[in-house]
């Protein structure tokens, strides 16, 4: 399973027109959040692999379409954009189980702002999509997709970029193969990009980064 992860920042490596030099051999695209739909479009266009994706707490311009009330909508933009929105639930596409939970901390009034307990029930509503794949395909999910990282993994101190407590229990719960993350800028290249959580690896998808793995399923 190779995979290449972007988030938060357009990467010239990866918007150019060596990309299919560079990452044609990828087998999915997760991007993790705060990216202008455009830049998604076109990995996704030229590559022609399934991509995966949530909003963040910025670039939400065109977030409101994909909420509830508009699914006539969200079925055109799905096409449009040719990725697959996975906010706040989970997917299965490719041979890959998806479960993606967007959004920051709330720390003023923006849009895809939840406190922690607005994390939790957002976390604990994928349960039934999560049990029913266990019976139905083996397996509770292959990848987490969120934009904030967990708590203690990867944040911040500052309120904004604070992690989320919920997303520590989803991978001691449910043990998916990769949590992907973004919003947490890499300025430094000793700045830790991935770690392990249990039996989940916890990977900082800041700007672009390629992860490459046979899943091992439970």
Not at 63 to 81: G, N, Q, S, T
Request: glycine residues 8%; positive net charge; contains cysteine.
């Amino acid at each position: 399973m190779k995979l290449l992860c972007v988030s938060d920042e357009v990467d010239p490596v990866v918007y150019s027109p060596r990309i299919k030099e560079r990452f044609g051999d990828v087998d999915a695209i997760l991007a993790a959040g705060d990216l202008p739909m455009e830049y998604l479009s076109y990995i996704v266009t030229m590559l022609n692999k399934p991509l995966f994706f949530v909003f963040g707490n910025h670039n939400v311009s065109d977030l409101p379409y994909y909420r509830k009330k508009h699914l006539p909508r969200l079925r055109h933009e799905d096409r449009a954009w040719g990725g697959t929105y996975v906010g706040f639930q989970v997917r299965r596409e490719a041979g890959l189980i998806v479960a993606g939970l967007g959004g920051s901390m709330r720390y003023n009034a923006g849009p895809n702002q939840f406190t922690q307990f607005g994390m939790w029930l957002r976390v604990l509503a994928l349960l039934p999509a999560l049990v029913f794949n266990r019976v139905f395909h083996g397996r509770f999910v292959d990848l987490v997709l969120t934009h904030a990282p967990p708590r203690g993994i990867h944040d911040r101190e500052d309120l904004c970029h604070t992690g989320f407590s919920a997303f520590l229990w989803l991978m001691r719960a449910f043990k998916p193969v990769f949590l992907v993350h973004g919003h947490v800028h890499l300025w430094d290249a000793s700045e830790e990009r991935q770690s392990q959580y249990k039996a989940t690896t916890v990977v900082n998808a800041y700007s672009h980064v390629v992860i490459d793995r046979e899943p091992a399923h439970a």
